[in-house]
């Protein structure tokens, strides 16, 4: 399947480990004079960072090239592992238990019923 980069950059970018959008595709990378692909760039920063942040991605961590998406596999960024429940974590402690059934208050206050 051959796609012209104006198809290619109008294509958003999910990384399949955690399925993070990315963002759109920005630039593709490759060899002068051999004219080889290296891979492509996503921009990762958003509003004042433009060109900062952005994330590139070899062409062996590309996945598939749909009609709309690009599937990458990004390892390095985020652990392609199942999440741990939150209190499974190390460094979490357990929910707090539910709350108790409601406690009556006290009758420092009149009721309406008082005045009648």
Known sequence: ?????????QKETINVCDGRRLGKVCD???????GKVQGIVVPGG???RWGKDDTFVELKNIVKIGED???????GAV?????KEKWERPNCSPPPPPPGPPQPR????RDYGDYE
């Open 69 to 75: 998406v690009v599937l990458v596999e990004l390892k």
């Open 106 to 109: 006290p009758r420092d206050r």
């Open 46 to 48: 958003r509003g004042f």
């Open 79 to 83: 652990q392609c592992e199942p999440k």
């Open 1 to 9: 399947m051959e796609t012209s980069f104006s198809e290619l950059k």
């Open 28 to 34: 593709v990378v490759f060899t002068y004079p051999e």
